[in-house]
């Protein structure tokens, strides 16, 4: 391979640095499927909170969604691991610092993550939640209101009628803002390197500083992000044929 | 670009006949200019109720001056301008916590080393005797300095977790996140000495790499370096440059820090 030329710092990244991107890649990629699925099932949650007939539920969802949707989720992220902590007790915090092992049936282990991955798999996730619950309000809206009477008609309680007929007409409508927001949550991970979660940009950062090689390092960055993200689009759309042909 | 012109100008003012030399205008001036800190406490800094720039360098700097028997002038600086003042005349030494490189070699002469410093860490008390220990702990570290890179090529076994500046690195320790936190040592003890929880928390007993600070002068003054050098180990033999450091690291002020080297130790 010819070098590159002298903008380019006449070198290309070694190998070794291009794994540590990889790593970067997969933790970025576990992470934000992460929470998606806790995002969407806190969202589901909120929104029949939001929804409810009482007046407690609706208030408590409100706050949640004014909180997270009205402050930077950067600040979220540092108040959730450094802020937080400082009010638990320190057998607390030593608890949750120590590596600890779940175990699984079959002799199986799943290892504890470590604290800012649970910081940051937290912060994301609420933050997600709380836009993903608008996206499914908006959804629950547009199911017409004789649904939902007809469903009481039928005898259905409720949750039944929420469950079994609002939900899954709802989740067509909202199937590609969704895929907006979870595009969204992707690129919002790459804050998390504030707090020292080993992911893409973090790791690209440290290509940086130990190679100097700045366009190389961030330039790697930028077109791992852009696969992950495409891939994950063309994943979400190539389903929706069969999606459509539910309604 | 810069860097060539700098040593060309260096290389001119080498190969001219010494005429005379800096060490004949600063006697004739009657002012020494020195280079140094105003915002790196306890080095130099401006001290509050003075309102004049103070500090271990200082204190070094007016020794100097005293020596050649003229008036001294602090000029303040930052780690960036330090060379520049030099090489453009605007400084005749530099006495800013300079530490001495072989790529500033090739741009400023050094004087003896007056002062070392090193890669250290805080812990809490009792987890870090010696270095073998850190294989296993998790220690906090800045992005991209030099203290990162040296443990993650040194030692593979320890857990990184970088964050943006010591003071988060430093929350984030006293959190529990990490188990050790890595800087230079006399920054890490300034930063100790504010912890309202300190009394949990030591610096480990042990240095893994040494800087060494001097005085920077430009390039080809040799009877300024030597009379920097000979005040210099002056100051060790009488007992001075201990009660120097003594007055800005001893057990008594905001960041103790022992003193385990001494003038002539490195040259």
């Keep these: 391979m010819p070098s590159p030329p002298a903008w380019l710092g006449h070198s290309w990244l070694a190998p070794q640095y291009l794994g540590w991107l990889g790593q970067g890649l997969l933790l970025t990629a576990w992470l934000a499927l992460l929470v998606c699925v806790l995002g969407t099932l806190l969202g589901i949650v909120l929104t029949a909170l939001a929804d409810s007939q009482h007046k407690a539920p609706r208030y408590v969802a409100q706050l949640f969604l004014t909180a997270h949707r009205n402050t930077p989720l950067m600040v979220q992220l540092l108040l959730w691991y450094f802020g937080m902590p400082s009010l638990l007790p320190e057998s607390a915090l030593m608890w949750l610092n120590a590596p600890h092992a779940l175990a699984l049936p079959f002799g199986l282990q799943l290892p504890w993550p470590s604290f800012e991955f649970l910081a940051a798999l937290l912060a994301l996730s609420c933050y997600g939640a709380s836009f993903i619950a608008g996206e499914l309000a908006a959804g629950l809206n547009a199911v017409p209101r004789g649904q939902r009477e007809a469903a009481k008609a039928l005898g259905l309680t409720a949750l039944q009628a929420f469950r079994w007929v609002i939900l899954p007409q709802a989740l067509v409508i909202v199937r590609r803002p969704l895929l907006g927001q979870y595009t969204g949550i992707i690129k919002n991970t790459s804050l998390t390197m504030a707090i020292g979660v080993a992911e893409l940009s973090y790791r690209s950062r440290q290509v940086e500083s130990q190679t100097l090689l700045t366009f190389q390092a961030f330039a790697v960055a930028t077109v791992l992000y852009l696969a992950l993200i495409l891939l994950w689009q063309l994943a979400g759309r190539s389903r929706e044929p069969a999606w459509r042909g539910a309604r | ?267």
């Design chain 2, 1 to 267: 670009m810069k860097f060539s012109i700098a040593l060309a100008i260096a290389a001119l003012a080498t190969s001219l006949p010494a005429l005379a030399d800096r060490l004949d205008d600063i006697q004739k001036a009657g002012v020494l200019r020195v280079a140094a800190f105003d915002s790196n406490p306890p080095f130099g800094f401006l001290d509050g109720k003075t309102r004049q720039i103070s500090g271990l360098d200082v204190d070094v700097a007016q020794a100097i001056a005293k020596k050649i028997g003229v008036k001294l002038e602090l000029v303040p600086t930052n780690p960036a301008n330090r060379i520049p003042l030099l090489v453009a005349g605007k400084a005749d030494l530099v006495a800013a916590n300079f530490t001495v490189t072989d790529e500033r070699r090739k741009q400023v002469d050094f004087s003896l080393p007056y002062f070392a410093s090193g890669q250290q860490f805080i812990a809490r008390k009792g987890i870090l005797k010696t270095p073998e220990q850190l294989a296993g702990l998790r220690v906090g570290v800045d992005k991209g300095t030099t203290q990162e890179i040296h443990l993650r090529e040194k030692y593979p076994q320890t857990t990184l977790v970088a964050y943006d500046d010591t003071p988060l690195a430093f929350t984030a320790l006293r959190n529990g996140n990490v188990q050790a936190i890595s800087q230079d040592g006399s920054k890490l003890v300034a930063l100790l000495a504010q912890a309202p929880d300190k009394q949990k928390y030591e610096l480990a007993p042990f240095t893994l790499t040494r800087e060494y600070q001097a005085i920077g002068v430009p390039k080809g003054e040799t009877r300024l370096v030597s009379l920097v050098n000979d005040t210099l180990k002056e100051l060790e033999k009488s007992g001075s440059a201990k009660t120097i450091y003594e007055r800005w690291f001893g057990p008594d002020t905001k960041q103790p820090l022992p003193r385990d080297f001494k003038i002539g130790d490195q040259s």
